[in-house]
């Protein structure tokens, strides 16, 4: 089986034959839901769908929104997190409301997140959203949504959930996209996905939300449909000449490359290390050759 190629660039392919087990695996759809951590699958999407407004806007014309929880009573708090799914739907159609008015697309990418720094000084494990989307049409225009806009569509949310008047007047933060979107959700994943095991393993499941991300239906589809496939003799090349490209990343097709490895003990004793897998993403310029033709067809930056 081909390994696929997502729109951003990035793959993973298996350099072993996978480990044989009675139980069937889960879908991906159903391991990023139940109170579980946020799959490599789910995170993937995440980006693929912000690379794709980075492409079609421009980063300058992005948002990058943060909403975080007050603090409110225990039974308050429960409340919230039972209903975070329709806390988190109501949220996206407020700022697409926004957007509408604006005459822009409503169009968003989510990300639920545990808030690190409440839970160690605390112990409340308080979730909280990061959302990407388009809040201006060019740079010479208005934003959709204003600091202030933006704290009164989250005071209204909060609101309406717990049906008496919420003031969270540092809750809602709303940021323009300098960098790189992408990367800043990614930094937010990495991190928040750390934390979401270890609740998992301190029994906190129930305190966990059921979804960890979420994305216009348009923009989720059009990711599925532009996954490409590696070609037959692109795989093999990759497999051959891993540890070149690890060596010489600079000039190598890829981005950032990292080689999964499992530590085995050989029958006198002696621990060894294994490669199971590669992740990684290919560069722009690349792109086309892993999917169109031999990756060892492209012209080559270095020597061998």
């Known amino acids: 089986m081909l390994s696929q190629l997502y729109p951003n660039g990035e793959f993973s ?13 889960e879908s991906s759809a159903s391991r990023e839901r139940s109170g579980k951590a946020q ?3 789910s995170k993937r999407m995440v980006r693929n769908c912000i690379a794709k407004l980075e492409r079609d806007h421009g980063k300058q014309n992005l948002a990058f929104a943060t909403y975080t929880l007050p603090d409110l009573d225990e039974a308050e708090m429960k409340l919230l997190i039972e209903n975070w799914g329709k806390i988190t739907h109501r949220l996206m159609e407020e700022i697409g409301r926004d957007q509408a008015r604006a005459d822009i697309r409503p169009v968003q990418v989510y990300v639920n997140e545990i808030q690190e720094s409440r839970y160690q000084e605390s112990g409340v494990v308080a979730p909280h959203i990061h959302v990407v989307f388009q809040s201006r049409k060019s740079r010479y225009q208005g934003y959709a949504i204003s600091k202030e806009r933006n704290t009164k569509i ?3 949310v909060l609101s309406n959930a717990l049906g008496r008047e919420v003031e969270a ?10 960098k790189s979107a992408e990367g800043y959700m990614s930094k937010y994943m990495s991190k ?22 979420g ?3 348009t923009l989720r589809q059009w990711v599925k449909n532009n996954i490409r496939l590696f070609t037959l ?5 990759i497999r051959t000449h891993y540890q070149q490209f690890e060596e010489n990343l600079k000039n190598s097709p890829f981005t950032w490359l990292y080689i999964h490895r499992i530590k085995l003990l050989e029958p006198h004793g002696e621990e060894i290390e294994i490669p199971v897998a590669i992740l990684g993403k290919i560069k722009p310029d690349w792109i086309n050759s892993i ?6 067809d492209a012209p080559m930056a270095w020597e061998w």
Do not use: C, D, H
């Open 13 to 25: 392919l298996g350099l072993s034959m996978p480990v044989k087990s009675r139980k069937p695996p």
């Open 39 to 41: 799959t490599t699958y």
């Open 154 to 156: 989250w005071n209204r």
């Open 169 to 178: 007047p540092s809750g809602a933060r709303i940021e323009q996209v300098k």
């Open 192 to 213: 928040g996905g750390q934390l979401a095991k270890k609740l998992i393993e301190e029994g906190n499941i129930n305190s966990l939300p059921k979804q960890w991300w």
């Open 215 to 217: 994305a216009t239906l």
């Open 233 to 237: 003799e692109s795989e093999r090349f």
């Open 291 to 296: 999917s169109q033709r031999s990756l060892a």
